[in-house]
């Protein structure tokens, strides 16, 4: 749709419920420390996911982006702008500015 392809491959442990809750604590910090959600599988039931709240924020601020036509527009225009050495480029002092804080 605007010239480019997103391809997102996520790998992620799967456990039994029973093993999650007799390890809920251990799990509960990999997923924090580690940023990998875990697919929780159930026998009599749908499974689920379990993720930090910090990658639910970033994941739900992506769709957000994905999903606004005006936003991908922007960013497909200056990805063209990029890749024909358009891009900006700024100045010696905009540059010590920056790279001062």
Known sequence: MYGYTVQ???I????SVNRFRDNLK???EQVVNNHTPIKVTR???EDFIVMSADDWEREQETLYVLQND????QIAASLSSYSQ???YKPSKEQM???TDL
């Open 26 to 28: 251990t799990f509960v």
């Open 85 to 87: 050495g358009k891009g």
């Open 43 to 45: 026998r009599a039931g």
């Open 8 to 10: 997102l491959v996520i």
């Open 96 to 98: 010590n500015e920056i």
């Open 12 to 15: 992620m442990d799967s456990i």
């Open 70 to 73: 005006s936003l991908m527009q």
